[in-house]
């Protein structure tokens, strides 16, 4: 059984619908600090996944490009190793235009004129951002906890992360024993707020009583400035929707 199925259910987006009325100062600066730059970094992706014994089951390098048409923006350059056919790259493109459109974003999700500080240091402040309850068939607030920790100096993301409080059961036949996902943002350019370097997912569970888990991690290096293709039309995609695993 491939770990992808724990990965689908920890890869979550930051996404737009985020109310600006009265979220903390610092942790708004920052959601506007990304959302500024965030379509305007093309870099190369590479994605490991591996089964609950450690062991590679796939190995992927993309590269992710804004500045060209919406459908070649993300495209495979490696599978486990190999140069991939025409077939393949058309594959996995469809695979993950399927995966951003059909998954409600964690940003639709949470609340957050609601976040509380739960940790601060002489550089930074964590904050406990509640998931909203209506409508919320993907993430149960009581089964899921996500944090933000902002840098104070640079009013930039250092980390978002998302933990399973406990055990879960989804479909009747899938229960959740543990899992995790971390975004990692880092400075790439001191100018610019720092955007998503590094991407981790683990997860532990069973479906029909068989073992399944894995984990799930991504490394993104080569950024290049570019100019985003959306700039050419007045109706644009919403910047964080690409906060995203």
Do not use: C
């Amino acid at each position: 059984m491939r770990m992808r199925i724990s990965v689908i259910l920890l890869l979550f987006s930051i996404a737009a619908a985020f109310s600006r009325a009265a979220s903390p100062a610092l942790l708004q600066a920052a959601v506007d600090h990304y959302a500024k730059d965030v379509e305007r970094w093309a870099y190369t992706q590479t994605i490991v996944s591996k089964d609950r014994k450690g062991k590679v089951e796939e190995e992927l390098v993309v590269r992710n490009d804004p500045s060209q048409p919406y459908e070649i923006q993300w495209t495979i350059l490696k599978i486990d190793g190999k140069e991939p056919t025409g077939r393949q790259i058309e594959k996995y493109r469809k695979e993950h235009d399927k995966r951003r459109k059909s998954r409600r974003s964690l940003g639709e999700l949470l609340d957050l004129d609601k976040a509380t500080v739960v940790e601060e240091t002489s550089n930074a402040v964590t904050y406990e951002v509640p998931l909203i309850k209506n409508d919320n068939q993907r993430l149960p607030p009581e089964k899921f906890r996500v944090t933000a920790r902002v840098n104070k100096e640079r009013q930039t993301f250092e980390n978002v992360g998302v933990r399973l409080r406990g055990t879960m059961r989804m479909a009747l036949v899938l229960k959740l024993k543990s899992g995790e996902a971390d975004l990692d943002f880092d400075m790439v350019d001191p100018q610019f707020a720092s955007p998503i370097t590094s991407l981790r997912a683990d997860g532990e569970g069973s479906i029909l009583f068989v073992k399944v888990g894995g984990n799930y991690s991504a490394t993104r290096t080569d950024f290049k400035r570019v100019k985003p293709y959306s700039e050419r039309f007045t109706v644009k995609l919403a910047p964080l929707q690409f906060l995203d695993f």
